[in-house]
């Protein structure tokens, strides 16, 4: 389309308009869905042989769902605040009658027989679900590759990962095939993928997306929200959040106000800045990035100091073990013998990891754990009205590389579990504190780098706000010169 878009910047790529930009521009007439998902559907075409990170793709029937969205906007009729707009579920949320394969080659004649209550939130919203995302084998991993799926790329440099579990979904927001996408956390899986790929996150608190059994049960798992800016963001949030009859835990929505994300005023709130939490490593790109980030926010008018937060990495990794090895990796060992051939390297040791902790030290040993950690970051907020860290200690995974083998390497420092690298897990252990994974920048290696924004627990309103006033004044992702150039 040669059209003049309606946008607040410069935009000549139609699939890289923020999906408020494109949503007014349906309701102005100056867009229509048809043209929107042919851009979008055409650049799916383009760069899925690259980077991998789609499936079940009908673009017949999609673009039928986009016709009927144009009718329904030109009687001033839509369906609802997501009408006609393309988004990406990821796999892993079921949707009745629909293939339910989790990246594994277990799944062979797996059928849904519910939807979960986000997808269907996001249907109701008139949302054209174009396509589902990869993952790795049970969503267990914290970047995307499985023996069913094949490799799934970062769109900015396709020799890495773009994270995980939820890694389809960052991938396809950075590569232009969708406006929004969901994902899920249990250990970082939402905001490792945001951190790589340059776009937003949010592991919202523990309850406030409903799930489903047994999962919303999971004191570490969480459904949610990826896009390509904070206000994207948000608006999907909206959508989603909310209590649902069908999932007991679930907690009253909070409406993120559009006034939060549009015109954030941090002017004397209190932001306490950590350089890394605790005893985890950091490598030079990312610290720089992070201080950059918190230097935004000091321009914004937010007073912010640096600060220690009291965890170790070899504890939250002990209690983390331990806790997936009470229900996540339980269901998977369920299927089989650990050695059956048709498990992943890293599904293997994520079950003999996960099962081998359990063992030694039981829910109780994780909870005290838990506590201490919970304990540390409780100390912060009696001073702060938030907290940002690096999202991700290192500038990349390597695209293919289970980490099973070979140990990866973060400023020096050897792991023995690749996910430490993240600094995503210690806030599952606190899953009461919202967390938005906001781009800081990138690495020498073109990959993005991410800042977390963290609240007090179901102060969801507070992560966006700061979130929204460092997006501003860093520019990134808001800009489209952000995203990458070419891919491939």
Not at 3 to 16: G, Q, S
Not at 108 to 120: A, C, F, K, Y
């Amino acid at each position: 389309a040669s059209r003049h878009y309606p946008t607040e910047v410069d935009v000549t790529e139609l699939h890289y308009l923020s999906a408020t930009q494109v949503l007014r521009a349906y309701n102005s007439g100056e867009l229509s869905p048809v043209e929107v998902f042919d851009a979008v559907s055409a650049r799916a075409d383009e760069v899925e042989p690259v980077i991998n990170s789609l499936i079940e793709r009908d673009p017949e029937v999609s673009r039928a769902q986009a016709v009927a969205a144009q009718e329904r906007y030109a009687k001033g009729a839509p369906a609802g605040v997501l009408d006609g707009l393309p988004v990406v579920m990821k796999e892993e949320q079921p949707i009745a009658g629909r293939a339910m394969l989790l990246g594994t080659l277990w799944s062979d004649g797996w059928i849904s027989d519910e939807t979960h209550p986000l997808v269907q939130r996001t249907l109701d919203a008139g949302a054209i679900v174009h396509a589902r995302s990869t993952t790795p084998e049970f969503c267990c991993a914290g970047f995307t590759h499985s023996k069913l799926w094949g490799i799934t790329r970062n769109p900015w440099n396709p020799n890495f990962s773009p994270g995980g579990s939820s890694g389809g979904s960052g991938a396809a927001l950075a590569a232009g095939t969708g406006y929004l996408a969901s994902g899920s956390d249990i250990g970082g899986s939402i905001r490792i993928p945001a951190s790589f790929n340059g776009v937003v996150g949010y592991k919202a608190p523990f309850g406030r997306v409903p799930a489903m059994s047994p999962w919303n049960l999971d004191s570490y798992a969480v459904d949610g929200a990826l896009a390509r800016t904070v206000a994207d963001c948000a608006l999907f949030q909206n959508v989603i959040a909310g209590q649902h009859p069908s999932d007991h835990v679930s907690m009253p929505k909070v409406t993120i106000p559009s006034e939060a994300v549009e015109n954030p005023d941090v002017r004397g709130k209190r932001i306490a800045f950590a350089v890394t939490l605790g005893d985890f490593p950091i490598e030079p790109d990312v610290e720089a990035n992070s201080r950059a980030f918190a230097e935004a926010l000091r321009r914004a008018g937010a007073i912010v100091e640096e600060v220690e937060v009291p965890i170790l990495l070899e504890e939250v990794q002990t209690a983390a073990l331990a806790h997936w090895g009470s229900m996540m990796g339980p269901s998977m060992a369920e299927l089989g013998p650990i050695d059956d051939e048709r498990f992943t390297d890293y599904a293997r040791m994520f079950i003999e990891f996960s099962s081998a902790e359990f063992d030694r030290i039981g829910v109780y040993g994780a909870a005290q754990i838990e506590g201490k950690v919970q304990t540390a970051f409780g100390s912060v907020f009696a001073d702060y009205d938030a907290l940002i860290c690096p999202t991700i200690g290192t500038s990349g995974f390597i695209a293919g590389e289970s980490y099973t083998e070979n140990r990866i390497n973060v400023a020096g420092r050897e792991l023995d579990l690749y996910i430490m690298a993240c600094q995503t897990v210690p806030f599952n252990v606190a899953n009461r504190h919202p967390v938005l994974s906001v781009p800081s920048g990138r690495a020498s290696n073109g990959v993005p780098t991410g800042v977390q924004v963290v609240a007090r627990p179901y102060d969801d309103v507070t992560v966006f706000e700061v979130g929204a006033a460092a997006e501003r004044e860093l520019g990134l992702n808001i800009s489209p010169d952000w995203w990458p150039a070419s891919i491939g």
